[in-house]
């Protein structure tokens, strides 16, 4: 799952060029891909592109009186097909993390909870999203992958979803980088990754995509 978040080079037809290129490079080497544009972006995305589009947030309340906010009906009038919840840049409390699970299950769409450590992964996982992603946030953006610099968070976040949650997958993220680092969360249990400034901050994103998805 490839997080645009907000950088201006992925956003309006910046975001759609990148996603053509995820969506192509992942047919192409046959491994499953989504992701996840500024929600201005969303509608575009998930109706030029043939690969899941989520949001990167949702607001566990009902559509309505609510400026600024994203509710999960808005998330699927837009024709995305889930969310991330919980990211460490966009913090919710865990209570507001079981709603927005709930509301987007009930809406028929995919929830990915971001988790900071084992602890956190092993209370969040009791929500039962269809995905788990650890991401410890002192890693985030910077040059040191969580599976390489803190395999154990890894290893025991995915221990800990089995354990509590036995068909939510785990997905890593922090640092991800290139296709060594891919291949060391596969070995430590992930399903897959989340990333972001690999891609979205790479010169050549195109290239980045490649390299990433060389490592499944």
């Keep these: 799952m490839l997080n645009l978040k907000t950088y201006p080079s992925a956003m309006g037809a910046g975001a759609e060029r990148i996603g053509r290129w995820l969506e192509e490079e992942g047919h192409a080497s046959g491994v499953a891909t989504a992701i996840a544009p500024a929600f201005p972006d ?23 009186a609510h400026t600024g906010f ?12 889930g969310s991330l919840v919980n990211h460490s840049e966009h913090p919710i409390s865990p209570g ?19 988790a900071r450590d084992v602890p956190a992964a092993r209370r969040l996982a009791r929500t039962r999203p269809a995905y788990l ?9 910077g040059d040191r992958a969580v599976s390489t610099a803190r395999p154990e968070v890894v290893s025991g976040t995915v221990a800990a979803v089995r354990a509590v949650a036995p068909s939510t997958h ?10 060594r680092d ?23 994103p195109r290239a980045a995509i490649r390299e990433l998805l060389a490592g499944f």
């Design 70 to 81: 994203v509710p999960v009906d808005a998330v699927a009038a837009a024709g995305g097909q």
């Design 42 to 64: 969303l509608g575009r995305l998930a109706h030029a592109l043939g690969i899941p589009v989520f949001a990167q947030h949702v607001d566990p309340m009902d559509a309505g």
């Design 96 to 114: 507001e993390t079981r709603e927005a699970v709930r509301r987007i299950a009930a809406a028929g769409l995919t929830a990915v909870v971001c």
């Design 182 to 204: 891919v291949r060391a969360a596969l070995a430590l249990g992930a399903d897959g990754v989340l990333v972001a400034s690999a891609v979205t901050r790479a010169d050549d």
């Design 133 to 141: 992603a650890v991401e410890p946030p002192e890693l985030i953006g």
């Design 170 to 179: 785990t997905l890593c993220g922090a640092g991800v980088h290139d296709r």
